[in-house]
């Protein structure tokens, strides 16, 4: 025989709600509606759901378990001793690295077998490899990028200094031509005086 478990979050806003899931993280019930906006919320997304009803069943095994030395039931785990344990037994885990809810631990080890942790293992090399493959692809993509940048900019440079030195033989040729015909004026002017010295 087991009490209703009522949904955690409804019942702190006072709403009387049958708790349909359990939030093995927050370790609350939940009702279909805050099961939907619990698996749909970023900060809870990813916590462990699963159905009251498991729960129930996991909870009511792990309560008949009770801890030899101390007479109460296992409500705790800890990972680095492998071990149930109760409240009064956490004294002596406090140099293990964390001590987490029994619940909790049985749903996750339930689900973390040798099989999920290689298959977890090779896709994580899996989308490693292909990851590089494509930062390799996209860093080359990037040196021809970066290539195609640095032709177009020495063209770009090449137009410029060509477009002056056009100019400056535009300049030079045309600066040339006037003061060459301002010498012959003055020479041929020079000529003339002499000449009509001469005649004199
Ligand atoms: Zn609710
Ligand atoms: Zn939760
Ligand atoms: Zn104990
Ligand atoms: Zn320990």
Redesign the pocket.
């Known amino acids: 025989m087991t009490s209703t478990i009522l949904c955690g979050i409804c019942h702190y806003e006072d709403t009387i709600k049958d708790a349909r899931q359990w939030?093995?993280?927050?370790e609350?019930g939940?009702c279909e509606d805050c099961e939907k906006i619990?698996r749909s919320t970023k900060n809870?997304r990813t916590?462990k759901?699963i159905s009251i009803i498991d729960y129930q069943q996991k909870k009511d095994v792990l309560v008949s378990q009770v801890c030899e030395q101390h007479g109460k039931s296992y409500d705790l785990y800890c990972p680095t001793h492998d071990n149930a344990i109760c409240i009064a037994c956490v004294d002596q885990h406090k140099s293990c690295s964390e001590v987490i809810q029994l619940i909790e631990a049985v749903v996750n080890i339930k689900e973390s077998t040798a099989f999920t942790d290689l298959e977890d293992t090779i896709n994580g090399a899996l989308q490693n490899s292909k990851k590089n493959i494509i930062d390799i692809k996209s860093s080359s993509e990037a040196f021809d990028k970066q290539e195609e940048n640095i032709k177009i900019y020495i063209q770009g440079m090449r137009e410029i200094l060509n477009k002056h030195l056009d100019d400056m033989e535009q300049n030079l040729i045309s600066d040339f031509s006037t003061k060459s015909g301002f010498c012959k004026t003055a020479y041929a002017n020079t000529i003339k005086q002499l000449i009509s010295t001469d005649d004199k």
Do not use: A, G, S, Y
């Not at 939030?23 to 927050?26: E, G, I």
């Open positions: 939030c093995t993280n927050c609350e939940l619990h809870t916590h759901i």
